[in-house]
T-cell receptor
Framework: DTGVSQDPRHKITKRGQNVTFRCDPISEHNRLYWYRQTLGQGPEFLTYFQNEAQLEKSRLLSDRFSAERPKGSFSTLEIQRTEQGDSAMYLC??????????????FGPGTRLTVL | AQTVTQSQPEMSVQEAETVTLSCTYDTSENNYYLFWYKQPPSRQMILVIRQEAYKQQNATENRFSVNFQKAAKSFSLKISDSQLGDTAMYFCAFMRASGTYKYIFGTGTRLKVLA
């Protein structure tokens, strides 16, 4: 494994359905980030994990969003009762204080969500 | 709160020519990092170059260099000898050098290199 992976790459769902995305970070990275990127915009920070602890959540992360990182390895991002405004690319990134430094995050390919 | 502004939504350059992408930011922090990221049409973000705010010397990486003006809060990216593979979205990003180390991105500049 040489990079961050995300699954699925694409998800089409109907409004009101629940969706879950998965991110597998680089194995030695203890810091994991979720960002959301809408069309024509730069990525916006959603939430941050250090190991298994969720240490920061953006105001963008409404009550319908929940993220977990059990055992400090992979992470999941769930959106309940999806809305059309949730349509975006969801990016995961990881970094490490020890390997490379906290300033460089390595991004996955993203999960593109389309809510019909 | 920190903000990052990229005022050029789209730019084009002839192959082998030089192009400069602009970025300004606003912060009250003294210790921070600035970045340029490239997002090709496949959409995976790739780090192009990083600048530490405490360093006066501008960062360079092969054909990529920055002009960092701390007092003016300006951070431009110069691409020399442009190649077709440089065609991508370019995002300027800010990061506080403490705490979460999260990125704050600008809205991006779409660069097209013309053959």
């Amino acid at each position: 494994d040489t990079g961050v992976s995300q699954d699925p790459r694409h998800k089409i769902t109907k409004r009101g359905q629940n969706v879950t995305f998965r991110c597998d970070p680089i194995s030695e990275h203890n810091r994991l980030y979720w960002y959301r990127q809408t069309l024509g915009q730069g990525p916006e920070f959603l939430t941050y994990f250090q190991n298994e602890a969720q240490l920061e959540k953006s105001r963008l992360l409404s009550d319908r969003f929940s993220a977990e990182r059990p055992k400090g390895s992979f992470s999941t991002l769930e959106i309940q009762r999806t809305e059309q405004g949730d349509s975006a690319m969801y990016l995961c990134a990881s970094s490490s204080l020890l390997a490379g430094g906290p300033w460089e995050q390595f991004f996955g390919p993203g999960t593109r969500l389309t809510v019909l | 709160a920190q903000t990052v502004t990229q005022s050029q939504p789209e730019m084009s350059v002839q192959e082998a020519e030089t192009v400069t992408l602009s970025c300004t930011y606003d912060t009250s922090e003294n210790n921070y990092y600035l970045f340029w990221y490239k997002q090709p049409p496949s959409r995976q973000m790739i780090l192009v170059i990083r600048q530490e705010a405490y360093k006066q010397q501008n960062a360079t990486e092969n054909r990529f260099s920055v002009n960092f003006q701390k007092a003016a809060k300006s951070f431009s990216l110069k691409i020399s000898d442009s190649q077709l593979g440089d065609t991508a979205m370019y995002f300027c990003a800010f990061m506080r050098a403490s705490g979460t180390y999260k990125y704050i991105f600008g809205t991006g500049t779409r660069l097209k290199v013309l053959a």
